[in-house]
């Protein structure tokens, strides 16, 4: 009786520690990369050093000189680009993990401009 209580406390033990081995595969079999070129929507050229972060993670990057970016997230995360001069987007990532965007510029004018001018007289 004695071998019998051993048996099947081990037995428990070894099938919690698969049930959590195969749910740690799980977790890492639904990351991947998310890969896309990042374009000025007017111009269509590609924008060099667009910042990309996983929304709500310090997971990001900056694109390339050809505006391609590429960053391991997973399908269902948000992914916030933001560029100066360029409104700022967030974007799901699709489940085939390419998402190419075009970035808006943004439109601001400025109400004031003050100009402050020194002159410099020799005596």
């Not at 007017?42 to 993670?57: C, H, R, Y």
Request: glycine share 10%.
């Amino acid at each position: 009786m004695d071998q019998r209580i051993r048996f099947n406390y081990a037995s428990k033990v070894v099938s919690v520690c698969l049930l959590f081995l195969i749910t740690g595969l799980s977790a890492l079999a639904q990351t991947g990369n998310v890969t896309g070129v990042i374009l000025d929507a007017q111009t269509k050229e590609p924008l060099i050093g667009v910042s990309v972060v996983v929304k709500g993670t310090t997971t990001g990057m900056i694109s390339g000189l050809d505006g391609r970016y590429s960053l391991p997230a997973s399908a269902g995360n948000v992914l916030v680009f933001s560029y100066i001069g360029f409104e700022s987007q967030e974007l799901p990532v699709p489940a085939g993990g390419i998402l190419n965007v075009n970035l808006k510029p943004q439109d601001f004018a400025l109400d004031d401009v003050v100009v402050v001018g020194v002159r410099m007289k020799k005596k």
